[in-house]
């Protein structure tokens, strides 16, 4: 549900869509509170795609003809890449699906960007930028530019056409915005499997969650475990800011996770849209936890075709804060080659963190699942500790 807010600047970090609703909404962090704010669309945007004119006629009436296809509009667009105006057909639909399905029997364009996207796109919204909501509008805040360094810009720029010194004045502008502190807590599991060279399926999700690690920017730490038998209970070598906390089953561990994830705004993980999430996701289910109760949103469960032969990872959301998977980040060829200098050649945690902050993860011999108590949850904490530190490292150099 939304809440119209009326605001002192707060920071946009992401937008989604409500398939109930049917609306594009945007998640403002507010660095007051500490919380998510949410802000539905109010000018009835709605999903659409192009294609050329010219398509069959039987196909485009039986387009035109389809329930959920609210309109089709004659529009011009500029291909700069032949750098000439094409007439185009707009596809105005009632939800995102039906875009999908479009584009699966015409070449359409536009149609492969997530709807919440295109939304931004079409309303010029800039992830990590202030604003303000006044009246259900949306302002952006200003932000000067320091004295000294617009001077320098200026005299650098004097000899510019133009159009250019406007476009470096704009993103002057922009990079002059502060950067939020946002609190944000990171989270890893450990799942029971009875083999030990197999990963477990996140989309069968068979084996139970044992153990659920968190570490946190505001200092929580805490782990928390399932109980089960034949299981030794160990020797504490934790330190003394890591709570542990024992669960007699399944379901009250996993209901103890969405209590942490609801208390923060940003949660991080280390492949947390092909797994942990996901298998959360999953295990509640499985639990017989009401999807209404369910902080974890998986909009299509594990992959989604996009025409012949076609698969992509589907992300994993938060119905009300927003979730940083790490992997992908440290996985991106720019990241790993301009920004770390190619400290990092492979892409799992233990590479990535012992060659940025030096940091790995804990050995173990046997099986996870038959680890005592606290060597579980000293292992599964680390994994959670450093997954957080990466975020943190050189004055939280990351999040960015």
């Known amino acids: 549900m ?3 807010i009326d605001k002192d600047s707060m920071v946009l970090l992401s937008a989604s869509y409500d398939g109930i609703q049917k609306k594009a909404f945007l998640k403002f962090y507010d660095e007051k509170t500490d ?3 949410l802000w539905y669309d109010n000018t009835e945007h709605k999903p659409y795609c192009l294609i050329k004119k010219g398509i069959d006629e039987k196909l485009l009436e039986s387009i035109k003809n389809e329930n959920k296809i609210l309109a089709v509009e004659e529009t011009t667009k500029i291909d700069l890449l032949n750098d000439k105006e094409e007439n185009m057909l707009k596809i105005i639909a009632d939800d995102p699906l039906q875009i999908i399905s479009i584009r699966d029997r ?3 364009w536009e149609a492969d960007i997530k709807y919440y996207d295109t939304y931004m796109y079409d309303k010029s919204l800039i992830p990590g930028i202030y604003y303000k909501i006044r009246n259900n509008q949306i302002i952006p ?14 005299k650098g720029i004097e000899n510019a056409d133009i159009d250019i010194k406007n476009k470096i004045n704009e993103w002057a502008e922009l990079l002059s915005q502060p950067l939020p502190k946002i609190k944000r807590v990171a989270l890893d599991i450990e799942v029971h499997s009875d083999k030990a060279d197999r990963f477990p399926d996140a989309d069968e999700a068979r084996y139970p969650i044992i153990s659920v690690g968190f570490a946190a920017s505001d200092g929580f730490n805490q782990v928390c475990i399932l109980r089960r038998e034949g299981i030794e209970t160990g020797i504490n070598e934790l330190e003394k800011n890591i709570e542990v906390v024992f669960v007699d089953d399944e379901k009250s561990l996993i209901e103890s996770v969405f209590r942490v994830i609801e208390g923060y705004p940003c949660i991080i993980t280390y492949n947390g849209d092909d797994f942990d999430l996901k298998y959360i996701y999953n295990r509640a289910i499985k639990s017989g936890i009401k999807k209404d109760n369910i902080p974890i949103q998986i909009p299509g469960l594990g992959r989604v075709s996009r025409g012949k032969n076609f698969n992509r990872t589907i992300e994993a959301n938060l119905k009300q804060g927003i979730h940083l998977d790490l992997y992908r980040t440290f996985l991106n060829r720019s990241i790993q080659i301009y920004a770390f200098g190619n400290k990092y050649s ?3 945690l233990n590479a990535v963190s012992s060659a940025i902050i030096g940091k790995t993860k804990i050995e173990y011999e046997g099986e996870i699942g038959e680890q005592t ?4 949850a000293k292992y599964n904490h680390n994994d959670a500790a450093i997954t957080l530190e990466l975020t943190s490292f050189d004055g939280d150099l990351l999040m960015k």
């Open 2 to 4: 939304t809440e119209q």
């Open 35 to 37: 919380t998510i704010k």
């Open 106 to 108: 015409v070449p359409a």
């Open 141 to 154: 805040t200003k932000f000067t530019t320091p004295k000294e360094t617009n001077e320098m810009l200026q």
């Open 346 to 348: 492979e892409h799992s």
């Open 373 to 376: 108590y606290y060597h579980l």
